[in-house]
């Protein structure tokens, strides 16, 4: 079994900065993509970042110049730093791991962590 668990999550004040981390553990040999989503009250859970196990990265246009992923691939962690922090990025954020299995890829989600930007 595989595990994801999240962590940097907190109360900021707009303009400010968190640092999100998310470890895995459990059953992998590899993790190919890791990413980021969230999920605002009322709202569907979007993409925010994504990064391969290569390094290249994707944003969501809305985070692009503020957000930073990353990841360090020996100890399976994904990192989001956040920076400039708007109202409208409070949401639920979750980690998300694409593990190949043979053929096929297994997805595993983390359990979230609340991000709230207010004065």
């Known amino acids: 079994q595989v595990q994801l668990v999240e962590s940097g999550g907190g109360l900021v004040q707009p303009g400010g900065s968190l640092r999100l981390s998310c470890a895995a553990s459990?059953?992998?040999?590899?993790?190919?993509?890791m990413s980021w989503y969230r999920q605002a009250p009322g709202k569907q859970r979007e993409l925010v970042a994504a990064?391969?196990?290569?390094?290249?990265?994707n944003y969501a246009d809305s985070v692009k110049g503020r957000f930073t992923i990353s990841r360090t691939n020996a100890e399976n962690t994904v990192y989001l730093q956040m920076n400039s922090l708007k109202p409208e990025d409070t949401a639920v954020y979750y980690c998300?791991?694409?593990?190949?299995?043979?053929?096929?890829?297994?997805?595993?989600w983390g359990q979230g962590t609340q991000v709230t930007v207010s004065s």
């Open positions: 998300n791991a694409d593990i190949p299995r043979g053929v096929i890829t297994q997805n595993y």
């Open positions: 990064i391969t196990s290569g390094g290249s990265t």
């Open positions: 459990g059953s992998i040999f590899s993790i190919s993509a």
